[in-house]
Structures are given as C-alpha cells and as structure tokens.
C-alpha cells in the first residue's frame, strides 16, 4: 500500500493531533481556566493548582523551543538511527517530547532555545490493515 499524498487521509497517531475545518493538523492541549498551566492530556483536574473541572481544550502554537535533546544511537529493530528525540516548550504552554528532524543528529548543531515549529507527516509506519499514521515532529525554525 502506497503512503497517502493526502494529510487529511491519515488517521492521528496520538489524541492530541487534531484537523480543523479545513484540514490542517494542529495540536491539541488543556488549559485550566484556574491557573492558566498548560497540560497535553485530559485530565479530571489541574495537577499545578489542584483545581476540579477547571481544564478546557486549546489549540497550541506550532513555534518552541529546544528545552532538552538527546541523540539516539540504538532503537527498536527497523528504525533508522541515529535520530534526535527532543523536548520542546511550546509558545503560549505545553511540552511535547517528540523528534527533531531536519537536522544533523550531531550535538554541535544542536543549541539549547532553538527555535522550531511544528510540522506534522506521515509517521514511516503502518498497522497490520495497512493503515498510516499522522505524526507530529519538530523542525528547526529559520532564525
């Protein structure tokens, strides 16, 4: 089975990736109307604040940056190494922790703040039906 061309043809690999109207992906965090703290998953109540019934769903930037980076040398049979996994603070709330592409996995071309945007594509996997996935990763942003 071919990779669909199509974005809006792969389903999310993660809760947290949405599509609008028009089918742009973005991502999808919890803000709590209490304290104002950011979170990636649903929850009941805030674990900054404590607060119940407080959270309520918002769409996070797609600009960040680097917070913390490491370069992975050995991974699970069939995927390709060495790649960056990152941490990043998104602008306005959230962390994510996700790849960083678009760049050498060499420490030297990492910084600590870089800024990078999100950028979403097909996750390079497929289920047992065939099905591909939506994934999001992270990509250095033009200075």
Do not use: Q
């Not at 674990?47 to 980076?69: E, H, I, M, R």
């Amino acid at each position: 089975m071919e990779t669909p061309a199509d974005p809006a043809a792969l389903k999310p690999a993660v809760s947290c990736i949405k599509t609008d109207s028009a089918g742009k992906p973005y991502l999808e965090g919890h803000k709590c109307s209490a304290c104002g703290e950011v979170f990636m998953e649903t929850r009941r109540g805030c674990p900054k604040c404590f607060a119940v019934g407080t959270l309520s769903p918002v769409k996070l930037s797609d600009k960040g940056k680097l917070y913390n980076w490491t370069v992975v040398y050995r991974n699970f049979p069939g995927v390709p190494v060495p790649f960056v996994s990152a941490i990043v603070d998104l602008e306005g709330g959230g962390t994510l922790k996700g790849n960083l592409i678009e760049v050498e996995p060499d420490p030297a071309k990492l910084k600590f703040d870089m800024p990078v945007k999100v950028v979403f594509g097909d996750a390079g996997r497929t289920d047992k039906a065939g099905n591909h996935y939506l994934a999001y990763f992270f990509a250095p942003e033009a200075a």
